[in-house]
């Protein structure tokens, strides 16, 4: 057995996970103050990628520079799709307005190929060097980056629903949003605020594994790929969210060392989490995290 390459592939697969985790964090965002499952959340992290792109290779700008102006571009960006395509929805029946993150996904998709094409481009060289060897193995300097940036994420999702304001009203406003709106609160900010954070987040980890793997169309598929760990920890649970997302990005890791080695399908790496999917939906429908919801007839 290649244990280096099987060691090589779990820090892969961990360091990958805590993304799909942030990831997933976004979408339990949007789903526990909305109800809404978002569809368009490969799109967020496409959209990030191809703008923060845009602003080192077109504009020429350094990279923290384009960086920054990424993320208040797509902070704007998710406060304005909730605005002009979600507000109107509410009130409707729950299929519709999935139906419409699933319009804005294949819109937004077409969008982007018309744009930038369909070819995958690279990232100017950020980092001196692409990779660094810690205790003999090769890691990608953008996967540290993004180990680093998901831990920040984590805190900074801990500390804002702790101790924010807006944090506090959207943790009353996914209890109960009535109530939330009986007290003061006002629900369509907090609806905004979970779109524009949500788009914000996933455009970052949209330009850290472009960073790594090229921007191309194949970004938008993270979205549906870490649907699996969203369900996995538990669709309103965003501790559950990041555990899941840990789990599924070792889970496909070490599909690909097994499939490699062992049995040699060739797309092992790519379906292994929607059998995984398939298995939690049958057996544990809720996730690891989630809450039961007991209906009666």
């Known amino acids: 057995m290649n244990t280096e390459l099987l060691l090589q592939l779990t820090i892969n697969g961990l360091i990958v996970g805590l993304l799909y985790g942030v990831i997933a964090m976004c979408f339990v965002l949007i789903y526990k103050s909305t109800q809404v499952v978002n569809f368009a959340q490969g799109e967020f992290l496409l959209i990030g990628a191809w703008v923060c792109w845009a602003t080192l290779v077109w504009l020429q700008l350094p990279f923290w520079l384009g960086f920054i102006l990424t993320l208040a571009f797509m902070t704007l960006f998710g406060i304005l799709i909730q605005a002009v395509f979600l507000k109107p929805m509410i009130g409707e029946p729950i299929i519709a307005v999935i139906m419409v993150t699933i319009g804005l996904s294949i819109f937004f998709q077409a969008l982007m190929k018309w744009i930038f094409g369909v070819s995958a481009q690279s990232y100017p060289q950020v980092f001196e060097t692409s990779t660094i ?165």
Request: aromatic content about 14%; glycine content about 12%.
């Open 133 to 297: 060897s810690i205790g003999g193995l090769n890691v990608e300097l953008a996967y540290i980056m993004s180990l680093i940036f998901s831990f920040l994420m984590m805190a900074g999702f801990y500390w804002f629903f702790r101790y924010s304001r807006m944090g506090l009203a959207m943790r009353a406003t996914a209890f109960d949003q009535q109530v939330a709106s009986s007290l003061g609160i006002s629900v369509s900010k907090v609806f905004a605020a979970s779109w524009a954070i949500s788009a914000m987040v996933s455009a970052t980890a949209g330009i850290v594994m472009g960073m790594v793997n090229g921007v191309s169309d194949a970004l938008s598929f993270i979205g549906i790929k870490v649907f699996p760990a969203v369900i996995l920890g538990g669709l309103d649970s965003i501790v559950g969210g990041v555990v899941g997302g840990v789990i599924i990005g070792v889970l496909e890791n070490l599909a690909e060392f097994i499939d490699s080695q062992y049995l040699h399908i060739g797309n092992l790496y790519t379906i292994a989490p929607f059998y995984v999917l398939l298995i939690i939906l049958a057996f544990k429908p809720y996730g690891l995290f989630g809450t039961k919801d007991i209906e009666r007839i």
